[in-house]
């Protein structure tokens, strides 16, 4: 049986805790980021915690093996003085969302083929997609799902403001929303990409302009100006 250890109270440790919970072959034990003096020994010690706090939490395991689970920290960041690894699911966690981790990328990193072998068959009891990424392929991946994701999200909540602000009912756009996400599995984005800025539709682009606040005129022709310079 593979003892873990996960050190961490927020949503990625809560949902992994829950995942390995259901495995077997596997002892799990959470504890909070407060409690370092008290970490039991295991197998592997995972640390699921803001970034900021990797390095300061780290530096107070003496466990044999640990890693971190973050997309934008480096291996060499942990500051224990034992072996070091990487434990990155790209995947965005959510409190009241349950997460199916058989879809979720698992992106590991470790310093000898030994250790890389045991983050592999952890991640493989919970998950299916399994990658071997280096530091600074992470931190790449990393921005580029803040463009997929965290900055989507944003333009998500500014067609929500302007709904509420018009009286039109933001679910008229989720089918748009949902078609627009399964395209890209057919069709590069390059090739998917549709709407006035391609078609440079100036009277359009004018159009909406004039609908729009300050801000979110800033926005729309940053974002007009990148589609139609092939950014």
Known sequence: MISIVLIGSGNVATHLYNAFLNVDAISV???????LDKVPDADITIIAV?????????????????VHTS??????????????????????FS???????????????????????????IA???????????????KTLHVAAVFVN??????YKIGNDICEKNKVPFDILKPLIQ???????????????TGP??????KTIKNHLNLLDTDQQKIYKILTKSIQNGN
Do not use: W
Not at 150 to 155: P, Q
Not at 197 to 202: F, G, L, T, V
């Open 95 to 121: 409190k009241d969302k349950k997460v199916a981790f058989s879809k979720v990328p698992f992106c590991l990193e470790a310093e000898n083929a030994k250790d890389y072998a045991l983050l592999e068959t």
């Open 150 to 155: 965290n900055f989507t999200n944003h333009l």
């Open 124 to 138: 493989k009891s919970i998950g299916k997609k399994i990658y071997s990424v280096s530091s600074e392929q992470r």
């Open 197 to 202: 800025a391609i078609r440079k539709d100036q």
């Open 71 to 92: 997309g934008s920290v480096g291996m060499h960041n942990l500051q224990n003085n034992t072996r070091k690894g990487v434990f990155y699911m790209l995947q965005t």
């Open 50 to 66: 803001s970034d900021d706090a990797i390095a300061t939490v780290s530096s107070k395991v003496k466990n044999s093996f640990v």
């Open 29 to 35: 034990t959470q504890i909070g980021a407060r409690v």
């Open 179 to 193: 078609e627009t996400a399964l395209k890209v599995n057919q069709l590069s984005p390059e090739k998917a990409q």
